[in-house]
């Protein structure tokens, strides 16, 4: 497998399809032979010459030719890690005693709802205040972020994390329980509380393009699901993840997306055991990579299988939401893919990268806004400016991370990494 941005070319010497000729075409030809001789025009039609304004004759009949294969599209977006640390629960605590968390995403719905299907990456289990909220290390969220993100347009919860097995197999049970009652639609890849359920594919269709969504993670930190229910979650090294991607397709994925938490935390660069990964996750035929985990942005590439299919990969998008405390970990990055669909077959034909600004405070203040959006008088307000050498937090520092990580492909005044495959 060859990592790069350039086109597959031709081999010398391959032979070129057969010419095809359409009904309009071979009619034509047909009328222009029978214009050529003496007494043949047809009715309507001058004889030809030489002389005449144009060679070229249309014919007015329509053909099941004449219409162009049709093409279907849908787009695909995601944003990082959901991590609820006590600060950022809190800041949805209303005066009646509810909690609601739709200001996290105020400023993107745009995003969220414009998208065909919408991804999070649900990095904390969902037991909810029932079993008690807790943060770092075992974090327990609460179900009311879930109902923001349904509200603004999540289709698709990834929860295969580091964090999936805080409470064991018990709390992703809990986080089940939770999406099958209340928002049964969204699919949660990545965990499971039957090995049935492990097994069938999370697939979603939209606008007739069926996308497959795997989730893996690299890691538990240090806890181990049950010995009789590896399957609960979705890890690597337990995984046969070749075998993941042929029973998508064969349940009908039209297109297959990847997203593994795995990588380095707080550094911009991909991990060896990412690579490693990913040349698993190519070789099995997955269409594009989203990776999360390491709490910031990494570099968007373009991997090529042995076939010549380039696959996109977004090596971490960091940070959603969360209350860190390191100038790098307020900025995110949102992927967005476009996929296609014709007789021909389905494919990815573009990927874009738009980073994003977490904006910290104590309140329903705290969201996430667009780089491009983000100002100064917002930065001076964003709490991140209360930990040891963060006070000078500022929107340039934002847009010079942003360009100096994700690097020539990046449109610095757009703020915006965009490419075509």
Not at 123 to 150: K, R
Request: hydrophobic share 35%; charged share 25%; proline share 6%.
């Amino acid at each position: 497998m060859e990592r790069g941005q350039g086109d597959t070319t031709r081999r010398d010497g391959e032979r070129r399809p057969p010419v095809s000729i359409s009904r309009r075409a071979f009619a034509c030809s047909l009328l222009a032979g029978a214009a050529a001789l003496p007494g043949c025009a047809p009715g309507g039609l001058a004889p030809f010459s030489s002389s005449a304004g144009s060679d070229k004759i249309e014919s007015t009949l329509p053909t099941v030719y004449d219409s162009a294969p049709p093409v279907k599209t849908a787009t695909l977006m995601m944003v990082g890690d959901m991590l609820i640390h006590t600060a950022v629960w809190k800041s949805g605590e209303r005066e009646d005693g509810t909690l609601n968390y739709d200001h996290f995403f105020a400023n993107l719905s745009d995003e969220f709802s414009g998208a065909d299907i919408a991804m999070v990456n649900q990095e904390t289990i969902l037991g909810g205040t029932e079993h008690g909220l807790e943060d770092f290390p075992h974090f327990n969220s609460p179900q009311e972020l879930g109902d923001a993100e349904v509200k603004a347009g999540v289709d698709v919860a990834i929860s295969a994390t580091n964090h999936s097995l805080d409470h064991g197999y018990e709390g992703i049970c809990w986080t089940l329980d939770y999406w099958r009652s209340k928002h049964p639609e969204v699919l949660v890849p990545g965990i499971a509380d039957t090995k049935e359920v492990a097994r069938t594919p999370k697939i979603i269709e939209r606008n007739g393009i069926k996308v497959g969504i795997l989730s893996y993670t690299a890691f538990t930190n240090g806890q181990y699901p049950p010995s009789d229910k590896t399957w609960c979650i979705s890890i690597f090294e337990n995984c046969d993840v070749a075998d993941d991607v042929a029973r998508m397709r064969e349940a009908g994925a039209d297109i297959v997306v990847a997203c593994p938490h795995w990588g380095e935390e707080y550094v911009h660069e991909p991990h060896p055991t990412e690579y490693k990964w990913a040349d698993v996750l190519v070789e099995a035929g997955v269409d594009a990579i989203i990776g999360t985990h390491p709490h910031v942005i990494q570099p968007v590439e373009v991997l090529e299988d042995a076939g010549g299919k380039r696959i996109p990969v977004f090596w971490s998008l960091g940070n959603y939401i969360s209350s860190q405390i390191d100038k790098p970990r307020m900025v995110g990055g949102m992927a967005k893919l476009t996929f296609e669909k014709t007789s021909s077959g389905s494919r990815v034909v573009s990927y874009s990268m738009t980073p994003l600004v977490t904006h910290r405070a104590w309140d329903v203040t705290m969201s996430v806004y667009r780089l491009s959006d983000y100002t100064d008088e917002l930065a001076k307000k964003n709490v991140v400016r209360l930990a040891d050498g963060c006070g000078d937090f500022d929107v340039a520092y934002c847009r010079d991370l942003a360009a100096k990580v994700l690097g020539d492909a990046y449109d610095p005044d757009a703020c915006v990494l965009y490419g075509e495959l």
